[in-house]
């Protein structure tokens, strides 16, 4: 063979090699967990059998569900806390069973729900700092469901919508502001509810039931838009997720029981996308969703892995990156929102893993030289304010997340919405020092004007929810009065 054709040989097969290695900057994320000084230790997390994460995580506060006598109840520390936690460490316990799902708001980081096997939701207002004696009152309790309440979501960017589901396989949509129920779907599943996720912009959520139907659903109108039989094949329990373009991630189980990943396409949901089989544990696969990188984290119950995933457009379209191991399994895990990441080390995401009596942060990190700011890891974020009022996406309005810098550093602004779970949204901030400068005239005429008409649009959008309600009830009654019901 000549030099020439060797040298051409030799070319072909290096770029046809350098051609099947993918280009993505999240090729090399490491996961590495904190030191031991940096853990909570004895923490006495729930042995309820519930497949939940039972831990939620934001920039304030980390709250784990924990063994209770006679009731239920949740641990919450502020995120900087480590070391022991002490058998006297107040908690939140107002619940007379178990609790089963708790999530933080993803719009003020104070106000946290929890579901439980007592059939109620409770809101609860976690103060600054901290809890310093037990919490029995809830600034809100949501009383709907026949059965035990398992599953939990807030609406990623409508001020204060809640939807909740049971084992009575009835999802509810509440007003948290008001303790209205104002959606009920109950005739949309004819099994028990695993998992229910909200779209990008709150407009739909997609469900996966015992049935092993994914659905995809209209909550406000109550119509199932897109159904598809048999998503996996296993009896085990499943999960899905919805992704920021509209597509849909599952977990669940093959015929065989291997653990499966499927990503679906909800413009036809005839076959899935992408299938990959992973192992044959038992252990049911909780998806956590990262919308600014496309990652996906799978954490099995049970587990002493993470998995971890990027999605993108391209064909096999679920790219498998990397897992963490190490020799103790998970009883649960808490996700950490973006907005609490650590920027100045790389830090992309961060779990809390749940051990039986600790609780370990691991961290989700790029490896990069550069001391500045990242762009291209921290894209804009969800921030904490919300793009809508309850009743304006009761009255059919749909908005996207309005989105923050993570540039140096997230710090949250005053929220316009602070202590308005039980009154009218106010815009002027009830965060300002008492030392201030008194507002001019003019500031003040401003400012009444804007609040004057902030709520004359809320307002209107009551008035028209409650029109487009009076319409539907009236339709039902006629039907009724016809004899089609």
């Known amino acids: 063979m000549s030099f020439q054709v060797l040298f051409c040989f030799f070319s ?9 290695v993918r280009q993505s900057k999240f090729r090399h994320v490491f996961a590495q967990a904190w030191k031991a000084e940096h853990c909570i230790d004895d923490v006495r997390v729930s042995r309820v059998t519930w497949d939940t994460s039972l831990c939620a995580v934001n920039p304030k506060f980390v ?13 919450v520390v502020p995120l900087s806390k480590s070391g022991r936690i002490d058998q006297s460490c107040p908690t939140v316990c107002g619940h007379a069973a178990p609790v089963l799902d708790i999530q933080w708001s993803p719009h003020d980081d104070n106000i946290i729900a929890s579901a439980s096997e007592d059939f109620t939701v409770k809101v ?9 004696s037990p919490m029995t009152e809830a600034i809100v309790t949501l009383e709907g469901h026949s059965k035990r309440v398992g599953i939990l979501a807030w609406h990623p960017t409508a001020f204060n919508i809640l939807l909740t589901a049971g084992c009575d396989n009835v999802i509810c949509v509440w007003n948290v502001g008001t303790g209205e129920l104002v959606y009920q779907l109950s005739d949309a599943h004819p099994d028990l509810i695993y998992s229910v996720s909200w779209n990008k912009d709150g407009s739909a959520v997609c469900t996966v039931c015992k049935d092993k139907a994914l659905r995809v ?3 406000r109108r109550g119509t199932i838009l897109k159904v598809k039989e048999k998503v996996h094949d296993g009896t085990r329990p499943m999960r899905a997720v919805f992704l ?5 991630l599952t977990t669940g189980f093959s015929r ?32 956590f969703y990262d919308p600014d990188t496309n990652m996906v984290y799978l954490c099995g119950k049970g587990d002493c892995t993470i998995r971890y995933f990027e999605v993108t457009d391209e064909s096999p379209y679920v790219h498998f990156l990397s897992l963490y191991s190490s020799k103790e399994p998970q009883r649960g895990a808490g996700f950490l929102s973006k907005r609490g990441v650590d920027v100045n080390k790389c830090e992309i995401a961060r779990f809390y893993k749940l051990h039986e009596r600790k609780v370990e942060p691991i961290s989700m990190t790029v490896p990069r030289k550069s001391d500045l700011f990242q762009g291209d890891l921290y894209p804009d974020t969800a921030g904490m304010e919300p793009a809508l009022l309850a009743d304006e996406w009761i009255a059919g309005q749909d908005a996207p997340p309005l989105l923050v810098s993570l540039s140096g550093g997230y710090s949250a602004p005053p929220s316009k919405h602070r202590d308005t779970l039980r009154s009218k949204p106010k815009l002027v901030s009830q965060d300002s020092g008492t030392g201030a400068a008194p507002p001019s005239v003019g500031n003040a005429a401003d400012d009444l004007l804007t609040e004057l008409l902030a709520e004359m649009k809320a307002l ?14 009236e339709r039902q009654l006629a039907r009724i009065e016809d004899g089609d019901v």
């Not at 990503?263 to 992408?274: F, G, I, Q, V, Y």
């Open 217 to 219: 659903i209209d909550p």
């Open 63 to 75: 709250a784990v569900i924990i063994e209770a006598g006679g009731g239920g109840a949740f641990l």
């Open 12 to 20: 072909t097969d290096m770029s046809f090699r350098r051609g099947v």
């Open 244 to 248: 920021s373009d509209g597509k849909i």
């Open 460 to 473: 209107r959008a009551v008035v028209l929810a409650q029109s487009q309600r009076i319409e539907l009830l």
């Open 256 to 287: 065989m029981s291997e653990r499966q990943l499927a990503l679906w396409d909800t413009k036809d949901l005839s076959e899935p996308m992408a299938v990959q089989e992973m192992d044959t544990s038992n252990g049911v696969l909780l998806p």
């Open 124 to 132: 609860w207002q976690i103060p600054d700092g901290g809890l310093t």
